[in-house]
């Protein structure tokens, strides 16, 4: 059994649960209604009423929200509150597309940052230790939002924010940061880092790392875990929910136990919108029971994975998603294959190479090209022609076999594919600039 930030809501009955869930979206719905008319026109047009929603049950009654609306109705169409009852605005990374802006009244604030404590907590913190986050501040909610649960877990915090690698390895050294918070592909670059200035992985004080924001692998976590010396855990969220902290990873590791108390969660067909049974893989839905600002109803994240009621170990009994797949739209269809870039992850990492990669799609004469860009660990390097060349045909038969079908590889020196200090672009899709 482990430690808990609410121990009382993270560990409650699962009846317990349901009755908060029932009693909160009853009036969430009606709050939706009277105060958001884009999501008014849509749930008139679908011919439900507030008065039709009694419990979380009838949630599949609602209309979907999509990223579409989001940007069609920037900025103000899905505000919840006048704007005066507001006190911040934070914006997505703007991946996939044109950004979206969110909305926070101080309670919204409130919320996420205690489901950042619950992350903090869950990986072992306690106001003994040195927090490092160096996720984005600003407008990205990687920063702020594991900067106040930091605070509110009461921990020293250190708001290093991206970037100036030389600088975070010196005040993880020098103040003895116990706790990282960052992007997985940007630990791994500080792990790198640090052997490179002669570091070991037991020269750090740190115990445990709680890396967002992208998709990453298992693979990808051991390695992380080796180079830091650490224990890696894995938190989710998105801007349009709040941000980091929607769900989180516990002792156990296996998957990211949702804030239940302020999101629903449901799986969907992407293709015909249908709720799926627990355990069944699809696009994950959200709806904030309890947001004022930017209260959505049924959002389609575009995230596709798993959810899972099987009781965890560490006592937690909100429902657990798994790591997502990657997007819908990160689905890459080459040559009729279906490819995500997870799966080229793991092969690289199992065949013994670090996670610097990237993966470039093109179309030439109407066919798909697929060419995968890949270090050499520096004690693997090499010049002689025929070594790579071995290598490469190795890798390509690798990928073939996880994949259907073989890229054509090409090893490239230590170094020269360029480091991320926020979510990594592992994807160059070049047909989409000829469509
Ligand atoms: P953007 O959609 O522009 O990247 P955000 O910065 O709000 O905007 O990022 C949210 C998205 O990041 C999620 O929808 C998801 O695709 C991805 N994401 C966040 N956390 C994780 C995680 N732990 N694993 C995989 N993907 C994640
Ligand atoms: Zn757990």
Known sequence: ????????????????????????????????????????????????????????DDIKKLPFLTKEDLRKGYPYALLGTDLKNCVRIQSTSGT???????????????????????????????????????????????????????????CLTLPMSSGNTDRQIQFMMDLGATILCCTPSYAAYIGESLAERGYKPEDNKLKAGIFGAEPWTEEMRRSIEKSLGIKAYDIYGLTETSGPGVSFECE???????????????????????????????????????????????????????????????????????????RSDDMMIIRGVNVFPSQIETVLLNQGYTPNYQIVVDRKNNNDTFDVYVEFSPDQFSDKVSDIQVKERELTAAMRSMLGIGPKIHLVPPKSIERSEGKAVRVIDKRKLHD
């Not at 309670?107 to 990986?123: H, L, S």
């Open 252 to 326: 156990e590791q296996t998957g990211m136990h949702i804030n239940e108390d302020h999101f629903y969660a449901e799986v969907i067909d992407p293709e015909t919108g249908e709720v799926l049974p627990e355990g069944e893989k699809g696009e994950l839905v959200f709806t904030s029971l309890d947001k004022e600002g930017f209260p959505l109803l049924r959002y389609r994240t575009r995230d596709i994975c798993v959810l899972s009621r099987k009781p965890c170990s560490c006592g937690r009994t909100f429902v657990k998603m798994s790591k997502p797949l990657g």
């Open 96 to 154: 996939t597309g044109q950004r979206v802006v969110s909305f926070y009244t101080q309670k919204d604030i409130d919320m996420w940052e205690e489901c950042c404590a619950r992350a903090i907590v869950a990986v072992g913190g306690t106001d003994e230790d040195v927090c490092q986050v160096c996720y984005g501040y600003g407008l990205f909610t990687g920063g702020p939002g594991l900067n106040g649960g930091s605070h509110k877990v009461g």
């Open 1 to 56: 059994m482990g430690n808990y930030y609410q121990k009382e809501i993270e560990t409650a009955p699962r009846e317990e649960i349901l009755r908060i869930q029932n009693e909160k979206i009853v009036k969430q719905v009606k709050y939706v209604y009277e105060n958001v008319a884009y999501y008014r026109d849509l749930m008139d047009k679908k011919g439900v009423k507030p008065e039709d929603i009694k419990s979380v």
